[in-house]
């Protein structure tokens, strides 16, 4: 299981916000936050599909049957959907 985000909700947005505005290119926001880049895309991603909802954090892990995850791996695997999808 992933760890938790050391990043509230408004830090996230700020973050996405610095980018959006010009502050500084993916690479220097990341840098300056201390976030890796697939962080920063997985961010923007959510935040640019369910708004602001997509950045909030889980409250509880989400457990998923063995069924689901493999009908998951064959629609990635088929090219229909990406990983993030």
């Known amino acids: 299981m ?4 050391k990043y ?4 996230k947005y700020k973050i996405l916000m610095d980018y959006k505005n010009g502050v500084g290119s993916i690479q220097e926001i990341c840098i300056k936050y201390k976030i890796s880049t697939s962080t920063f ?3 923007r991603y ?3 599909k369910h708004g602001m909802d997509g950045l909030e954090e889980s409250r509880k892990y989400k ?3 063995k ?8 629609d990635y695997l088929s090219g229909k959907y990406s990983q993030m999808e």
């Open 41 to 43: 895309h997985e961010w």
């Open 46 to 48: 959510k935040y640019e």
């Open 2 to 5: 992933s760890k938790r985000s």
């Open 67 to 74: 069924e689901l995850k493999e009908r998951a791996l064959q």
């Open 63 to 65: 457990k998923y049957s």
């Open 8 to 11: 509230t909700l408004e830090e």
